[in-house]
């Protein structure tokens, strides 16, 4: 099997049969970047056109945390961010058209069984990286957050769309509206994950599943995914609509309670939102 290093050291990657991609980016509880979404991204469209492979794991680094997001202080605003002396303002399509959501598509429509191994928390992204994947084993200590509305930040209608589409509304409003984190036994009784396993029982389970997946016939196996996920698809938003949502998302983009949310986080104290 071939090991690579990418974005900077944050993305390691075992190519084979089982190609393994880790996020490793101790510092900031292995947090996203745009760097590693797009060593992801370009890991996925190689792993492709290797006949060979046969599932693709997903895994944090350590046992504190999956993926505890995007870096909060790389999200794009209307001024400048925390630390910047900048302030350039971010058009409307520089703010839509992000790595991050690029990676999540491909993701989503990768051809191949995908298992996100929750070796701990999985806040935000992470916890969307963490539903677009096919299997999710998570360890027991772990927990299961989206705290966009925590920031200032109104989430993108395809990342919610994948929690009602697992979860049902109701928990998704809790998810989402709410920003409560859950455990990862209330996160099996949702649905949000497939297994858990106590944090030294983790690997040999998901082992366990990922050579059950591996062995069967490849053809198959892409049909019935392709077939599942044409069934989940829903009528696509209108343009008015699609419109309309993407207006209220670049307005929190270029708010200043997005800013007071950035700033919060990097001063860990509670924000104090104005709402504009």
Do not use: W
């Amino acid at each position: 099997m071939a090991t690579q290093s990418l974005a900077s050291g944050k993305v390691l990657v075992e190519t084979g049969p089982v190609t393994r991609i880790q996020l490793t980016n101790p510092a900031k509880r292995n947090s996203l970047d745009a760097e590693m979404a797009v060593a992801v991204s370009k890991v996925l469209d190689d792993v492709q056109k290797n006949n060979d492979v046969r599932v693709v794991i997903f895994r944090g680094a350590g046992d504190e945390a999956f993926c505890s997001g995007y870096d909060i202080a790389a999200i794009p605003t209307g001024g400048a961010r925390p630390g910047d002396s900048h302030g350039v303002r971010k058009d409307s399509n520089d703010i839509e058209a992000n790595e991050l959501l690029r990676m999540l598509d491909r993701v989503e429509e990768f051809p191949l069984p995908t298992v996100a191994i929750l070796n701990g928390h999985a806040y935000g992204a992470g916890a969307e990286l963490a539903v677009t994947c096919d299997f999710r084993l998570a360890a027991s200590h772990g927990k299961f957050s989206m705290p966009p509305a925590r920031l200032g930040i109104c989430y993108h209608p395809r990342g919610i769309k994948k929690f009602i589409d697992l979860i049902g509304a109701g928990a998704t409003r809790m998810l989402f509206l709410a920003g409560e984190p859950v455990t990862m036994e209330e996160a099996l009784r949702l649905g949000l994950v497939s297994r858990i396993a106590d944090r030294s029982n983790l690997d040999a389970a998901a082992e366990t599943l990922i050579q059950r997946i591996a062995a069967n016939a490849p053809l198959a196996v892409r049909g019935m995914k392709k077939t599942i996920r044409y069934l989940l698809d829903a009528p696509p938003l209108d343009a008015a609509r699609e419109q309309e949502l993407k207006q209220i998302r670049i307005a929190c983009f270029l708010s200043e309670d997005l800013r007071e949310g950035q700033r919060a986080f990097i001063e860990k104290r509670q924000p104090v939102f104005q709402g504009k």
